[in-house]
């Protein structure tokens, strides 16, 4: 299992950037992003695999961007021109070796598709 923990979120206006990351204990084949706003299912955001390829879904195209650094074991999600329908808990998710490893472009951004979670970090984007 991989330990996951998510910083950086915070309330912010519309507009703003924001930088979370995401320290994980051991390095995985395949990482994303995960959002969940108030009474919505949890949605993908964005995926990275083992040689970097990235996969984005279609509102994350243009301002949010991963990243990762694994000499720091964390991951990055930028998020630029912050909208008040940003606002969410942000989650990192981690897809274990074992899994198989998938590349980002054809791994579907599904909560199915990952098994270790953070506890989330709160975005909240003001008018």
């Known amino acids: 299992q991989v330990q996951l923990v998510e910083s950086g979120g915070g309330s912010v206006q519309a507009g703003g950037s924001l930088r979370l990351s995401c320290t994980y204990s051991?390095?995985?084949?395949?990482m994303g992003w995960f959002r969940q706003a108030p009474g919505k299912e949890r949605e993908g955001v964005a995926a990275?695999?083992?040689?970097?390829?990235?996969r984005y879904a279609e509102f994350a195209t243009g301002r949010y961007t991963i990243s990762q650094d694994n000499a720091k074991n964390t991951l990055y999600l930028q998020i630029n021109n912050l909208k008040p329908e940003d606002t969410a808990v942000y989650y990192c998710a981690a897809r274990p070796w074992d899994w198989g490893v998938v590349s980002a472009l054809d791994l579907d951004l599904v909560p199915r598709n990952f098994a270790d979670w953070g506890q989330g970090t709160q975005v909240t984007v003001s008018s």
């Open positions: 051991r390095y995985t084949c395949n």
């Open positions: 990275v695999d083992s040689v970097g390829r990235k």
